[in-house]
């Protein structure tokens, strides 16, 4: 009761109504959010394409991760804080939209993923930064961080024919 009750308040809170209600403000909010979206997937996507092995051969895995990540997280803030708003004006519906549960999971599963990178194959990136294929724990970390990424994207897609 709680929960729904919080969920109300931020449909019934002035920026939900007033994304909500504009003509205009949704449709350049999400726009941004799409944007933003796009920028996160597609440095993802060359990061990880590196990781399970193909991709740029005249960088290592190491640069090409120092010289992406500040754009993704940039996007990745601005994608978080669009999407926010976007939720705000019709959260109630959006919890109990599959597609929309999905994408969420889909996301800390992202997160998750990234930290047992991080924890793990990106502490020897020093001994395998320059070599292809990367050895198998890289491997697998970009090829779960692709599929979740095009799960991310197909979920945020389908969001759009399921909200009412």
Do not use: C
Request: net charge positive.
């Amino acid at each position: 009761m709680i929960w729904a009750n919080f969920l109300q308040s931020l449909y019934d809170s002035p920026v939900g109504s007033g994304i909500r209600e504009s003509s205009v403000l949704f449709p350049w909010i999400e726009s941004i959010h799409v944007l933003m979206t796009t920028t996160v997937v597609g440095t993802m996507i060359i990061i990880d394409l590196r990781l399970i092995g193909y991709g740029s051969h005249r960088k290592g895995a190491l640069q090409l991760i120092l010289d992406l990540l500040p754009f993704t997280w940039a996007a990745f803030a601005l994608a978080a804080i669009t999407g926010s708003l976007l939720f705000t004006s019709n959260a109630p519906h959006y919890v109990a939209d599959a597609p929309f549960v999905f994408k969420m999971i889909a996301l800390l599963l992202v997160g998750i993923n990234m930290a047992v990178f991080h924890l793990n194959a990106y502490r020897q990136i020093g001994q395998w930064n320059d070599t292809l294929p990367p050895p198998r724990a890289a491997r697998l970390a970009g090829g779960i961080s692709l599929a979740l990424w095009i799960a991310v994207v197909f979920l945020g897609r389908w969001i759009g024919y399921t909200v009412q």
